[in-house]
């Protein structure tokens, strides 16, 4: 009975209702492809997007505390990044060995996997090792060894809602520091500084940064939700490269057309 007991009981602090989190990282996701495919000028779509890392991440560090086989799951994410590739540097004009969010979320994986076995001491070199992958080997360039140690802390913070809000916002301020700024959202103009709080100034600059707003997906992380919705395996895996082939069919369809033409 104790162990029926202790097996159903949450083995995280936070949103373990991963089917609805990886609906709405994709929504996220394709609205920031979206953005930066057409819209690169309306920065307002960006922001969405800076939502999907984080949900993923999320999602694998509740993944790996109920997968039967760790070893399974890492392949599907390199099968289905090795599969991505070619439409993803091809539909977003990436250079080809600039390499998408699978490998990023595979070696954040790898870092989670050392520290939990711990063999032959796994867990202090383990992650060291693959955040010097991420510098050697070109891993999404939007996020890097940044996107891998933010998995490997929202993964250990997972115990406490409290430590996964602190991780949260501490690594979006961090994460923030060096990209762009907003001067206005959705056409009003950014408050940029206090009369009264000269010093709150440098704050509210952190808190412009578009990556900052990756902090919108917090409240996703952090607060349990009830029924969970289930969604096949095989969604997000197909999401990923399907959407990106519509963006590159549709950026790319002059090309197309004519190759077709002169095929034909």
């Known amino acids: 009975m104790n162990g029926t007991k202790n097996a159903a009981l949450p083995r995280t602090d936070g949103n373990e209702n991963t089917g609805l989190i990886k609906l709405i990282a994709m929504v996220c996701m394709i609205v920031d492809h979206v953005g930066a495919a057409f819209f690169p000028q309306v920065r307002e779509l960006r922001l969405v997007g800076r939502m999907a890392f984080p949900l993923f991440a999320w999602c694998l ?28 540097f091809w539909a977003m004009n990436h250079r080809w060995y600039e390499l998408n969010v699978f490998f990023e979320l595979l070696f954040g994986l790898n870092a989670i996997v050392a520290v939990r076995e711990n063999r032959r001491g796994s867990r202090y070199w383990g992650p060291v090792l693959a955040l010097l992958s991420t510098c050697i080997i070109n891993v ?117 057309t004519r190759a077709v033409s002169q095929w034909l």
């Open 61 to 88: 560090c509740v993944s790996v505390e109920y997968t039967r086989n760790i070893r399974k799951y890492a392949l599907r994410l390199l099968i289905a990044g090795i599969i991505s590739q070619p439409v993803y």
């Open 140 to 256: 999404n360039q939007n996020y890097g060894w940044k996107g891998v140690l933010f998995i490997l802390l929202l993964y250990l913070s997972r115990e406490r809602r409290s430590s996964i809000v602190v991780t949260m916002i501490a690594f979006c301020l961090y994460w923030g520091q060096s990209t762009l700024q907003l001067t206005q959202l959705f056409g009003v103009p950014l408050v940029r500084e206090i009369s009264f709080l000269p010093y709150a100034s440098g704050l509210l600059n952190d808190l412009s940064r578009v990556q900052f707003w990756a902090i919108l997906a917090l409240p996703l992380i952090a607060i349990p939700m009830g029924r969970r919705l289930r969604l096949p395996k095989w969604v997000f895996y197909a999401a990923y490269p399907g959407h990106l082939l519509v963006i590159g069919v549709i950026r790319h369809w002059g090309e197309i």
